[in-house]
């Protein structure tokens, strides 16, 4: 909620609505690169810390031992890690030449975009001259040795765990951002922060303070809004035919968030042959036929939303969006999806269950690994919150079982599916699920799908392995290519490799007073 308003990265992504670098929020300049794009140099502007004290290349160096020492501890301490792939596995040295400069060599050639993307603008300087530590009153430690990293790092993570001392622990007063945070309820989640004198970067003036308010629900959200005791909230789905009762006051935005809505398939839930069954392309291609994206922007979403047919969606406007994901490649209709299934031995019992009836690996056959009498049955576990996800899944499951697909649902939250039904984290459950919907990913400007679809994933939900798609992932991230990443966007699209939503509109309101007219 609140790290990068007293924290800032390297380099701020992305520039409102476009999938570009703001330089004006950025710590540092562009990168320069050399040694065959092996080696990157990073020069941070004069800002400084809320103590006063010089950020400095040490600060950003700082992070990445600190990433180092963490992930070998567990790679789960780092939500944004990939074994073998980016900051920090593919760092084999450091150097700060000078009090600016950062110098890092890494293990290969790498794509200088996606590195400066996805790499560079996730690390975020930290402030070694008081936190590089193993104790609250303990002496500051070289933490360029990885026996000091490990200990600053596990001290580091014990402080954080004390959500109530968020706002009084000495540790997190010590900002680069345009706030320090002076409350904290770790009930509510509210907060208080007020502004950093010292801070660098460019802000409002005056400067003032700012208070998160926490809300028990959506509707009770709406009405401060509608009474305007709020400066800044969101529009409800389910209000957003009321927007204009409240147009005196505010201002409004929509748009989509850069990243996809997706239904993610288990390929290794072994069920009733499940993953057999997903494993046929045309399975997957049948069943992209029977969403209705644009019915689910009209009726769910109101109009607010854009259509996504794969990895990089048609809204907002990518340079890297592919030409079969900037219209439908599997347009909604059952007739064709009952047709693929035909073809592919399958006797269709409309709002039944199909079966198997011809087994083997012909074309015109099930597939490998699909018994005769196999039927259309599994699960599908979706999050409740918000409320369109339960209504996207409730049409596709009306409209799969006109096909014959007998979707069994059930209803659950985010928190408890991502530590239940995740293959990579919870293996002991591959085959309690077959499909799930909890949501979505936000991703970096620069769009690749590594770490999510690759076969050494660490957010694979649903192990989805793919050699081809593995090759195409790593070309995005160390070949020069510029097509390479639309190349891995196109196949995946065309592979299906999960089913993809529309993506919902953001809808925040802001007083005038605030924004301007």
């Known amino acids: 909620s609140f790290q990068y308003e007293m924290w800032r990265p390297l380099n701020?992504?992305?520039?409102?609505?476009?999938?570009?670098?703001?330089?004006?929020?950025?710590?540092?300049?562009?990168?320069?690169?050399?040694?065959?794009?092996?080696?990157?140099s990073i020069t941070l502007k004069n800002w400084k810390w809320s103590d006063g004290k010089p950020i400095t290349s040490q600060d950003?160096?700082?992070?990445?031992?600190?990433?180092?020492?963490?992930?070998?501890?567990?790679?789960?301490?780092?939500?944004n890690y990939t074994p073998k792939v980016g900051i920090p596995d593919q760092?084999?040295?450091?150097?700060?030449?000078?009090?600016?400069?950062?110098?890092?060599?890494?293990?290969?050639?790498?794509?200088?975009?996606?590195?400066?993307?996805?790499?560079?603008?996730?690390?975020?300087?930290?402030?070694?001259?008081?936190?590089?530590?193993?104790?609250?009153?303990?002496?500051?430690?070289?933490?360029t040795n990885p026996a000091n990293a490990a200990k600053i790092y596990k001290f580091l993570a014990a402080q954080s765990k004390s959500v109530k001392t968020y706002a009084s622990n000495p540790l997190w007063q010590v900002v680069d951002g345009p706030y320090k945070l002076t409350s904290f309820n770790s009930t509510s989640g509210g907060f208080t922060m007020s502004p950093n004198a010292n801070y660098s970067g460019p802000h409002a003036n005056p400067q003032s303070k700012l208070q998160a308010v926490p809300?028990?629900?959506?509707?009770?959200?709406?009405?401060?809004?509608?009474?305007?005791?709020?400066?800044?909230?969101?529009?409800?789905?389910?209000?957003?035919?009321?927007?204009?009762?409240?147009?005196?006051?505010?201002?409004?935005?929509?748009?989509?968030?850069?990243?996809?809505?997706?239904?993610?398939?288990?390929?290794?839930?072994?069920?009733?042959d499940f993953n057999n069954i997903i494993g046929q392309l045309y399975i997957r291609q049948a069943f992209a036929h029977l969403e209705?994206?644009?019915?689910?922007?009209?009726?769910?979403f109101h109009g607010a939303g854009g259509p996504g047919y794969g990895p990089i969606p048609a809204i907002p406007p990518s340079p890297y969006t592919p030409a079969n994901a900037t219209q439908n490649p599997y347009p909604f209709?059952?007739?064709?999806?009952?047709?693929?299934?035909?073809?592919?031995?399958?006797?269709?019992?409309?709002?039944?269950?199909?079966?198997?009836?011809?087994?083997?690996?012909?074309?015109?056959?099930?597939?490998?690994?699909?018994?005769?009498?196999?039927?259309?049955?599994?699960?599908?576990i979706y999050n409740t919150s918000p409320a369109i996800i339960g209504q996207q899944i409730t049409d596709l499951v009306s409209q799969a079982k006109k096909a014959g697909f007998n979707i069994t649902l059930k209803s659950d939250n985010f928190n408890h599916m991502i530590s239940t039904y995740y293959d990579v984290a919870q293996p002991k459950n591959d085959n309690k699920w077959a499909m799930e919907?909890?949501?979505?990913?936000?991703?970096?400007?620069?769009?690749?799908?590594?770490?999510?679809?690759?076969?050494?994933?660490?957010?694979?939900?649903?192990?989805?392995?793919?050699?081809?798609?593995?090759?195409?992932?790593?070309?995005?991230?160390?070949?020069?290519?510029?097509?390479?990443?639309?190349?891995?966007?196109?196949?995946?699209?065309?592979?299906?490799?999960?089913?993809?939503?529309?993506?919902?509109?953001?809808?925040?309101?802001?007083?005038?007073?605030?924004?301007?007219?």
Not at 60 to 79: G, R, T, W
């Open 60 to 79: 950003a160096e700082f992070y990445i031992d600190l990433l180092k020492a963490a992930v070998k501890i567990s790679p789960a301490n780092y939500s």
């Open 12 to 40: 701020w992504f992305p520039d409102g609505t476009k999938q570009q670098e703001d330089k004006a929020m950025s710590l540092a300049g562009a990168p320069t690169w050399s040694n065959n794009d092996k080696t990157v």
């Open 437 to 517: 919907d909890f949501g979505g990913f936000s991703i970096s400007t620069y769009p690749t799908t590594n770490g999510i679809f690759n076969c050494s994933g660490t957010y694979n939900i649903g192990g989805y392995c793919n050699p081809q798609a593995d090759k195409l992932i790593a070309a995005s991230t160390t070949s020069s290519n510029p097509n390479a990443l639309k190349q891995e966007a196109s196949y995946l699209t065309q592979q299906q490799a999960s089913l993809v939503q529309p993506n919902v509109d953001h809808i925040q309101v802001s007083k005038k007073a605030i924004c301007g007219p």
């Open 292 to 300: 209705d994206e644009q019915g689910y922007i009209k009726a769910f």
């Open 91 to 143: 760092v084999v040295s450091m150097s700060t030449p000078n009090s600016h400069t950062l110098v890092l060599n890494l293990n290969k050639t790498v794509n200088p975009v996606w590195f400066f993307d996805n790499n560079l603008a996730a690390v975020i300087p930290l402030p070694a001259h008081a936190w590089a530590k193993a104790s609250a009153n303990g002496p500051i430690l070289d933490f």
């Open 215 to 272: 809300f028990v629900s959506d509707t009770a959200e709406w009405n401060a809004v509608k009474t305007g005791s709020i400066d800044q909230g969101y529009v409800p789905f389910t209000d957003l035919q009321q927007l204009s009762s409240v147009k005196k006051t505010y201002n409004y935005f929509g748009y989509p968030g850069f990243g996809f809505n997706y239904v993610t398939y288990n390929f290794k839930d072994h069920t009733g």
């Open 333 to 380: 209709s059952v007739a064709t999806a009952v047709k693929i299934l035909k073809s592919h031995g399958w006797t269709v019992n409309p709002g039944g269950t199909d079966v198997c009836s011809s087994p083997g690996t012909g074309a015109n056959q099930c597939g490998a690994g699909i018994p005769k009498g196999t039927k259309l049955a599994f699960n599908l």
